[in-house]
């Protein structure tokens, strides 16, 4: 799954409740939308951390880096190790096992 895919699936799944928000693009603010509350950010940052295998720092919470699924994909992309992506395709991240 390309990755603007999985974290799209992901606050969907996580924040809406898996349907899908009308109207609702890629550059979209989260929280302008009412997709997201602070509560919503933490449990964001979580999943980040978990899944992508990095840390956020108190300066990366900023909405430049997660408030809307083009700012999380550049984010994740600036920060997961290079030996971590696997797939041919930049906008893919896969995990070595």
């Keep these: 799954m390309a990755l603007k895919d999985e974290l799209r699936q992901f606050v969907t799944d996580n924040f809406m409740y898996g349907k899908p928000y009308e109207g609702f693009a890629d550059g979209d603010s989260f929280i302008e939308r009412g997709i997201m509350d602070s509560t ?3 449990e964001l940052v979580a999943y980040l951390e978990k899944r ?3 840390t956020l720092l108190d300066k990366d919470l900023i909405p430049d880096n997660l408030d809307s699924v083009n700012s999380l994909a ?3 992309k600036s920060r997961v190790q290079p030996d971590f992506t ?3 395709d930049a906008d893919r991240i896969a995990l070595r096992t």
């Design 52 to 54: 992508y295998r990095i």
């Design 86 to 88: 696997g797939a041919a």
């Design 74 to 76: 550049r984010f994740v």
């Design 40 to 42: 919503a950010v933490m």
